[in-house]
């Protein structure tokens, strides 16, 4: 089964163990983060600079997620980073369509979010 998990940082302590199971479970799972200035901290995650782009980029771009390979595999999870507090901006919505566009050829079988999207 193909999975999109879109969370928080806020969540990500009761979130890696699901994900984990998802995971060891056979399914695939492609994990979403938003990330924006007012977030680089949360339950799990202590981001200490937000990199200066508006893209998806791969978790393992940022090393203080690399605590956590030997728990998850960290190969499809990605940070929705966001330079900007504002949602309101080209860039933002340029990084929105590619996600949708990366969810769209994973075609999953379900999408678990956390919180509203």
Avoid: W
Wanted: aromatic residues 12%; contains cysteine; charged residues 25%.
């Amino acid at each position: 089964m193909n999975i999109v998990y879109y969370t928080s940082t806020d969540f990500l302590d009761s979130d890696m163990p699901l994900i984990r199971e998802y995971q060891q479970m056979g399914h695939r799972v492609k994990v979403f983060i938003p990330l924006a200035p007012f977030n680089i901290k949360g339950s799990v995650v202590n981001i200490k600079e937000l990199k200066p782009v508006d893209d998806i980029v791969k978790a393992t771009e940022y090393s203080e997620i690399l605590v956590y390979k030997d728990f998850i595999d960290l190969n499809d999870i990605y940070f929705v980073n966001r330079s900007t507090s504002s949602v309101r901006t080209m860039a933002y919505f340029r990084t929105m369509k590619k996600m949708c566009k990366m969810i769209a050829d994973f075609n999953p079988d379900a999408i678990h979010c956390t919180f509203p999207l």
